[in-house]
C-alpha cells in the first residue's frame, strides 16, 4: 500500500510539474527535475558532448541524477518499482485494463539481457555525437507524450466543455470554473506516443513488459544497483511454496528457487511478501549473501553486436538525407528556440550554437514546446537529419515567438536551450525576415501594386518600415537585418501564400560553426 501510495504521489507530481512549465513559469520549483535525475540522459548527454569543456556544467545539470546513482548502487533499483512514471503508468494500465482480461504472463516473454543490448548501443551512438535515447528513455519519451499529445488533448477537451452554453456538459464546465484557451496542436505528435503506448499494450504479453526487457534506463539503474544493500532475504524456514515466484512482475525470483533473488532485476516492489507464511519473507538492510545473484546475463558477443548496431547507428544518423543538398546545418528553414545561446566570458550573449552543439544535448522531450504559450516551437521532422528528429524548431506558420516570453530556456532540462532575460532578447538574433518581392503586394508595380504593411505595423522590434523604394510615391516594407530577431511575427500575419511574402530564415552566420 505505502508503494503505491509512494508511486501516485510522485506520478501527481510529474503531471503537475509538466503543467506547471509555462510562460510565465507558474512554479520557482525546477519543472525539469525529474529529467534531470535521469542518470541515462545524463549519461548519453555527456557522452554526446562536442566540446569537454562543457562536461562540468552538464554535471551540473544533471545533478540529480548523480544523486539517484549514489541511492542506487546502495539501496537497489527503487527508482523503478517507486518513482518512475512510466512504471506507474504501466502498472496502473495492468491492473484497470490486463488484469481483468489475461491472468497469466507469456512463458516466452522473459528476456531480461535486450535491455543491456540496447543500453550499450545507445552508449556507443552517443560516443558519436548522436542522442538515440528519445525513443527508448522513459522519462523523457513519457515527458514527451504527456506534453504534445496528451496536454493537447486535454485542453481541446476544455474547450469542447466550454463552447457548451446549455444542458449538463455546461454545468459540468461552470462547476470546474473551465474558461478557454488557445488550442495547440503539434506536428506527428501522436506517433511519437507510440513507444508510451507499446510500453503500456506489452503488458498484455507480461506484467512489467518493458520494464524487464527494454528499459535501457532500467538496464542502466540494474547494473549500478546490484550490489545494493536493501535487499530481499528468504528465511531457511521457507516451505517452497513459490507464491512468491508467481507474485513477482519483474521474474527476479527463479523459477523452482523461492530463496533466491536476482538483484539487478528486483525492484523492490515487496509483492513477494504476499507469501502466505508471515515473516518467512522479508526486505530490508542486509549483507548478507545467501540467496543473492547479482549476475547480469549477458554474453560477450552479443554485446559486440550491440556495440556494432550502435556505431552504424551513429554513422548513418550523422550522414545527410539522400539527395538532400543541404546539409542540416545549412538548412534555410532550421531555426532554433531563443534558449539555444552560447555566451561569452562576460556572461553576454556571444552567439547561437552549433547544430552539433544542440543536438547533442536536446533530449526531444517536448519541454519546451508545452511551455511555449503561442504554439511556435514545433518538432523537427527532415528539417535537420535523423539525429535531429524531433528537436525543437521555429516554425512561423504556427505561430511567432512573443517579445515578452523566455520559458524555453527556463525549462529545458539538459542545456540545449538556455536561460536568458526577457531584456536580452533583442539581442538574440534566431533568424532573419527576407520578402519575396515576386509575390509581396506592396511590391508590385503599376495597377498590380496594393498598398500592405502588415508586417511593418505587427513587428514588435522595429525592424521593417515602409519606404518609397522607387521614388513612385508608393510604399514597401524594407527589413533591416541589424535588427530584426527573427521573432516570425510578420510570416504569421501575412496575408500572403501559402507560402508567406515574408518568411524568417536561418542566418547565414550560423552556418559556419
Not at 503543467?19 to 540522459?41: E, G, H, I, K, N
Not at 512482475?249 to 508471515?278: F, V, W
Not at 529545458?412 to 531584456?423: D, H, K, N, Q, Y
Not at 505595423?457 to 515602409?466: F, S
Request: charge should be positive; hydrophobic fraction near 45%; proline fraction near 7%.
Amino acid at each position: 500500500m505505502l508503494r503505491r501510495a509512494c508511486q501516485v504521489i510522485f506520478l501527481a507530481a510529474f503531471v503537475l510539474l509538466l503543467r506547471a512549465a509555462q510562460s510565465p513559469t507558474a512554479t520557482s520549483v525546477d519543472v525539469s527535475v525529474f529529467l534531470r535525475a535521469d542518470p541515462l540522459a545524463g549519461l548519453l548527454t555527456l557522452l554526446a558532448l562536442p566540446h569537454f569543456a562543457a562536461a562540468g556544467n552538464m554535471l551540473y545539470l544533471f545533478f540529480p541524477a548523480l544523486i539517484l546513482l549514489v541511492l542506487t548502487a546502495l539501496l537497489g533499483r527503487f527508482f523503478c518499482g517507486w518513482i518512475c512514471p512510466l512504471g506507474t503508468c504501466i502498472d496502473v494500465f495492468h491492473r484497470a485494463l490486463v488484469r481483468p482480461v489475461r491472468k497469466s504472463d507469456s512463458r516466452r516473454a522473459h528476456w531480461p539481457h535486450l535491455k543491456y543490448y540496447l543500453l550499450a548501443a545507445l552508449l556507443v551512438a552517443a560516443l558519436f555525437g548522436v542522442q538515440a535515447a528519445c525513443f527508448l528513455d522513459p522519462i523523457p519519451l513519457t515527458t514527451r507524450a504527456f506534453a504534445t499529445a496528451f496536454d493537447p488533448a486535454l485542453l481541446s477537451l476544455q474547450n469542447w466543455l466550454v463552447a457548451h452554453e446549455t444542458g449538463p456538459l455546461a454545468a459540468l464546465s461552470s462547476r470546474l470554473n473551465l474558461q478557454w484557451v488557445p488550442s495547440r496542436s503539434f506536428t506527428f505528435a501522436w506517433p511519437l506516443t507510440a513507444p508510451f503506448i507499446l510500453a503500456l499494450v506489452l503488458g498484455f504479453v507480461s506484467r512489467r513488459y518493458w520494464c524487464r526487457n527494454i528499459c535501457p534506463l532500467g538496464a542502466l539503474l540494474a547494473f549500478v544497483g546490484r550490489f545494493g544493500l536493501w535487499r530481499r532475504h528468504v528465511s531457511a524456514s521457507c516451505k517452497q511454496c513459490s507464491a512468491c515466484i508467481s507474485d513477482c512482475k519483474m521474474r527476479a525470483i527463479p523459477a523452482g528457487a523461492p530463496h533466491c533473488t536476482r538483484t539487478p532485476e528486483c525492484i523492490l516492489c515487496y509483492d513477494c511478501l504476499s507469501c502466505p507464511q508471515p515473516g518467512i519473507t522479508r526486505i530490508g538492510l542486509t549483507t548478507a549473501s545467501q540467496g543473492l545473484d547479482t549476475g547480469i546475463d549477458v554474453t560477450r558477443r552479443r554485446l559486440l553486436a550491440a556495440a556494432g548496431a550502435g556505431l552504424l547507428y551513429g554513422l548513418i544518423a550523422r550522414v545527410p538525407f539522400a539527395g538532400r543538398r543541404l546539409t542540416p546545418a545549412r538548412n534555410p528553414l532550421l531555426i532554433r528556440p531563443p534558449g539555444a545561446i552560447v555566451r561569452d566570458s562576460a556572461g553576454k550573449v556571444a552567439r547561437m550554437m552549433t547544430e552539433d552543439e544542440f543536438r547533442t544535448q536536446c533530449l526531444r522531450c517536448g519541454e519546451c514546446m508545452k511551455a511555449c504559450p503561442t504554439n511556435v516551437i514545433q518538432p523537427a521532422l527532415r528539417q535537420s537529419g535523423i539525429d535531429g528528429f524531433y528537436t525543437p524548431i521555429i516554425a512561423a506558420t504556427a505561430g511567432w515567438c512573443e517579445q515578452s516570453c523566455n520559458a524555453c530556456g527556463l525549462v529545458c532540462p539538459s542545456g540545449a536551450l538556455r536561460p536568458f532575460t526577457i531584456e536580452e532578447k533583442s539581442d538574440i538574433r534566431i533568424a532573419e525576415a527576407r520578402i519575396d518581392t515576386a509575390t509581396c503586394l506592396s511590391w508590385q508595380t503599376g495597377d498590380a501594386y496594393t498598398l500592405c504593411l502588415i508586417c511593418e505595423g505587427v513587428c514588435p522590434y522595429n525592424a521593417i518600415t515602409a519606404e518609397d523604394t522607387d521614388g513612385s510615391g508608393q510604399l514597401r516594407p524594407v527589413v533591416h537585418p541589424d535588427i530584426c530577431v527573427g521573432c516570425g511575427l510578420c510570416e504569421y500575419n501575412c496575408p500572403g501564400g501559402p507560402p508567406a511574402a515574408i518568411r524568417i530564415y536561418r542566418r547565414g552566420s550560423q552556418n559556419a560553426a
